[in-house]
């Protein structure tokens, strides 16, 4: 019996996101909430033959407080998307106001649900639920993930596509660690379950990690002004929050790379503390998953001195990332 939650569920994420969080059969009820649309959304995903009931809801009469009773699973993909010639942090003035209120409804209304913010820029966003939840003496670091899962998306699918078989794609996992925003996604290509062939030299190499990193832009340019990537990130988020769920369900043994408050894991945290040579609140690791969210953050482990560079160079602009966050709600009150 898992109550799945959508924040944002009418939006280019949100309406395919809901659809797979529908069709997911451990997903027993799903409620969607947006500014507009809801209503035509849920009576739409309604008539799926899957177990899960849909309601949705607007925000008079408490809409937000409504839709969140009782949720296991939050997921956020409200506020606006980008447009060419923006970066993530070009978003955060709209999107910070939308995620400290959302935040807000949240620690009011199920201060228990395990909450996963898709909205850019996820460096700077997961900091701000964060501090709302403190305010409102809710805050669980255990809880808490930024979804960075289209970044490790896109690696399997870009690995698979230089080692010439798509097939693959499926079973390719690269763990991808920092943070979801250009510089601070890093790709761990040296721990990829499927090797890079030698054909990759340095040049390639280097074209492979920009891309990966820079992945979403060609979305941005290619939609030409009509906003990023919604199709493939649902995908990625379901992905996320299908882990999410059946650890909630019981399931054991499953990881995945997520944006997390280091202190979710003491032990863990402190040793990707040494690794990184320098004090970070959040960062995106390896984790293993529970009923109860994080249960463990694993470390880097090895990687090459190229990828050690990648790590180094991501750390200044998500300290800065976490910082502007922070502030936000710290001014705010
Ligand atoms: P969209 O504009 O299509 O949808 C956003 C939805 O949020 C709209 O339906 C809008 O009505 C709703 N919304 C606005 N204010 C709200 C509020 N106060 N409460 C509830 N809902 C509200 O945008 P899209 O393409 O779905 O992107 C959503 C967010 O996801 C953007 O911030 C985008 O940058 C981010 N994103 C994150 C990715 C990731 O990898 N984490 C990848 C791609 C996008």
Redesign the pocket.
């Known amino acids: 019996m898992v109550k799945a939650v959508v924040?944002?569920a009418?939006?280019?994420?949100?309406q395919p996101l809901a659809l797979l969080l529908k069709a997911n059969p451990l997903v027993t009820e799903l409620g969607l909430?947006?500014?507009?649309n809801t209503p035509g959304v849920a009576a739409d995903l309604s008539h799926i033959a899957t177990p899960a009931k849909v309601e949705g809801f607007l925000p008079p009469d408490d809409g937000l407080l409504k839709a969140l009773k009782g949720a296991d699973v939050v997921v956020i993909?409200?506020?606006?998307?980008?447009k060419p010639g923006m970066t993530?942090d070009d978003?955060f003035k709209i999107?910070a106001g939308?995620i400290k209120?959302?935040a807000t409804g949240i620690a009011k209304a199920a201060p228990k649900a395990l909450v996963l913010v898709?909205?850019?820029p996820?460096n700077s966003t997961v900091p701000i639920v964060a501090e709302v939840f403190k305010k409102f003496g809710t805050f669980d670091p255990k809880r808490l993930f930024g979804?960075t899962t289209?970044d490790v998306v896109r690696s399997s699918t870009f690995v698979s596509e230089i080692i010439g078989d798509l097939a693959l794609s499926k079973d390719v996992v690269v763990p991808v660690v920092g943070g979801?925003s250009g510089v601070t996604i890093v790709p761990l290509l040296s721990q990829s379950s499927h090797p890079l062939p030698s054909s990759v030299d340095a040049s390639a190499y280097d074209v492979l990690v920009n891309r990966i990193q820079f992945g979403?832009d060609e979305v941005v340019k290619a939609k030409n002004g009509a906003?990023?990537?919604?199709l493939s990130?649902a995908y990625a988020g379901a992905e996320f929050a299908s882990k999410v769920i059946r650890a909630l369900s019981g399931e054991k043994g499953i990881v995945a790379p997520t944006y997390v408050n280091l202190s979710a894991d003491a032990e863990g945290g402190a040793a990707l503390t040494k690794e990184l040579g320098q004090e970070l609140a959040y960062f995106s690791s390896n984790v293993e998953l529970g009923p109860g969210g994080i249960t463990k953050i694993n470390a880097l482990g090895k990687i090459t001195e190229k990828e050690a560079e990648l790590v180094k160079a991501a750390i200044p602009e998500l300290v800065k990332n976490i910082e502007t966050g922070v502030n936000f709600v710290a001014e705010a009150y």
Do not use: E, K, Y
Request: cysteine-free; glycine content about 20%.
């Open positions: 924040l944002g009418a939006g280019g994420i949100g909430f947006d500014i507009v993909p409200a506020g606006v998307p980008r993530r978003l999107n939308i209120d959302l898709i909205s850019n996820v979804v289209l979801h979403g906003g990023s990537a919604t990130m």
